[in-house]
């Protein structure tokens, strides 16, 4: 298979970038129980040992479900808001594994910790590390698809005023890659498609910003997807993390 480069970070005149948005999800953080909905203190409420005896696709299952619930609510403000369609979300997964015995208080407790438990991510090490020096030289933005208890996630770990634009698609009521949740990043920071580059692991994502005019990175944490994506992605850097990014445009 032929190694084929992107010419994205050639083309790319530094000296004209003023601002970067970045992606929330497997570029600045991730779960810190490996799953987005298995919460912080899920096995203080779910039993554990039936939990994982429990058929791994009839698990995926509920998951699924349950998803497609939360696929539908397009337009959540609030935290409050948040967690009425996150209790709905938990009422119908558990109720697709009746071995738990999930009770109404529960399935509570398990959804305040989803929503109100700030620590439930885990900040990758070179982002807690760059996001200060990138904020001095940039104008910073998250644009993720989220839910509002992220912005708290932020605040928690201290980096939330180092992003002078904050675009949670559930506050937008739309997703990546749809054209808004770029453009109100780039108005609130007050600069130009060209003036900004954009971060994100997935390439649907990148195309998105890429058709503003944004110039795009595609952030493969993964090594196996970092090797497939070096060789396959034709339009984009492909990088590792966000020093790459550092390197790139210093």
């Given at each position: ?13 530094s ?13 600045l953080?991730?779960?810190?129980t490996?799953?987005?909905f ?19 696709s009839?698990?995926?299952d509920a998951?699924?479900?349950?998803g497609n619930?939360m ?42 910790d989803?929503?109100f438990?700030y ?7 070179d982002?807690m590390?760059?996001?200060q ?13 989220a ?5 708290n ?6 980096l939330?005023?180092?992003?002078l ?7 937008k009521?739309?997703?990546?890659p ?13 600069v ?5 580059i ?14 503003l005019?944004?110039?795009s990175?595609?952030?493969?944490r993964?090594?196996?997807s970092y ?9 984009y850097t ?13």
């Amino acid at each position: 298979m032929k190694l084929i480069k992107s010419r994205n970070a050639e083309l790319l005149d530094s000296k004209k970038i003023r601002a970067i948005l970045i992606d929330s999800g497997r570029v600045l953080s991730g779960p810190i129980t490996g799953h987005w909905f298995i919460t912080p203190s899920f096995f203080n409420y779910v039993d554990k040992e039936i939990f994982y005896s429990i058929d791994e696709s009839k698990i995926s299952d509920a998951f699924y479900i349950a998803g497609n619930y939360m696929s539908e609510q397009n337009l959540i403000l609030t935290e409050e808001e948040e967690y009425g369609h996150f209790l709905e979300y938990y009422k119908i997964f558990f109720s697709k594994l009746s071995e738990l015995k999930m009770d109404e208080e529960k399935i509570e407790d398990v959804t305040r910790d989803l929503v109100f438990n700030y620590n439930k991510y885990k900040f990758y090490d070179d982002a807690m590390e760059t996001i200060q020096e990138l904020s001095e030289n940039y104008k910073l933005a998250v644009v993720s698809d989220a839910w509002p208890s992220l912005e708290n996630v932020f605040r928690q770990a201290g980096l939330r005023d180092y992003f002078l634009s904050f675009i949670i698609s559930s506050q937008k009521g739309i997703t990546k890659p749809n054209e808004l949740m770029y453009k109100s990043a780039l108005d609130e920071l007050k600069v130009s498609s060209e003036e900004a580059i954009f971060i994100d692991d997935s390439i649907k994502n990148c195309d998105g910003a890429n058709e503003l005019g944004i110039k795009s990175f595609l952030l493969c944490r993964d090594l196996k997807s970092y090797n497939y994506n070096k060789i396959t992605c034709e339009k984009y850097t492909v990088v590792r993390s966000l020093k790459d990014i550092v390197k790139i445009i210093s």
